[in-house]
């Protein structure tokens, strides 16, 4: 079945330590999307990829790095300088439509102390 | 303002009533819309996108209106499963523009 995988599902860090959540989609989308949720509020844009080889800043980029050297693949780095680190990040993933609706991975919940 | 505003609810009806949900967008350019469900600590899931003559996807009724620059989401019939938060997003036109409301949170009763 077609979907995307995120791992892990649940993720401990301590302070100061860097951190890479996988994100893999075998749906043949070009577009795939890093958000991070916090209790009560909207999804918001961390990065984003249209292309391979290409991404995008979105919203909150800062303290965060990303890769997509497959179109399969889209690792994001939660670095030391991301000062509120502990959320829930989830991936997702598109066509390149503007009417495309997202498909999401499970999610990775990160907790630092 | 905020650019995709839903009112938070909770939202607490019995089994097998309606029950509606507004979503308001600031921005006029906005182009597509859609509806999510997330159930508490799991990933959002389209529920359904939301044309301009409005459509129907079973019990669940979604409607747009651009004049007033809000989308509607009606669900009948309600069933104990419909318990969940459902996000409300809204495309200006590009994958940077997309944005998500805060989510309404209904509660089924028995």
């Known amino acids: 079945d077609g979907g995307i995988t995120q791992s892990p599902k649940y993720l401990f860090r301590k302070e100061g330590q860097n951190v890479t959540l996988s994100c893999e989609q075998n749906?043949?989308?070009?577009?795939m999307y890093w958000y991070r949720q916090d209790p009560g509020q909207g999804l918001r844009l961390i990065y984003y990829s249209q292309i391979v080889n290409d991404f995008q800043k979105g919203d909150i980029a800062e303290g965060y790095s990303v890769s997509r050297e497959k179109k399969e693949s889209f690792p994001l780095t939660v670095t030391s300088a991301q000062k509120n680190p502990t959320a829930f990040y989830l991936c997702a993933s598109s066509i390149t439509s503007v009417n495309s609706p997202l498909h999401f991975g499970n999610g990775t919940r990160l907790t630092v102390t | 303002r905020k650019e995709v505003e839903q009112d938070p609810g909770p939202f607490n009806v019995p089994e097998g009533a309606t029950v509606a949900f507004n979503c308001t967008y600031s921005?006029?350019?906005?182009?597509?819309f859609f509806w999510y469900r997330q159930d508490c600590r799991k990933e959002p899931k389209l529920l359904m996108s939301?044309?301009?003559s409005g459509n129907e996807d079973g019990r669940f009724t979604a409607q747009l209106n651009r004049a007033s620059q809000y989308i509607s989401l009606l669900i009948r019939d309600s069933k104990l499963s419909d318990s969940a938060t459902y996000l409300c997003?809204?495309?200006?036109?590009?994958?940077?523009?997309?944005?998500f409301g805060s989510g309404t949170q209904l509660t089924v009763l028995p």
């Open positions: 749906l043949n989308h070009d577009a």
């Open positions: 921005n006029s350019a906005s182009q597509s």
């Open positions: 939301v044309y301009s």
């Open positions: 997003v809204v495309n200006k036109g590009s994958a940077r523009q997309l944005t």
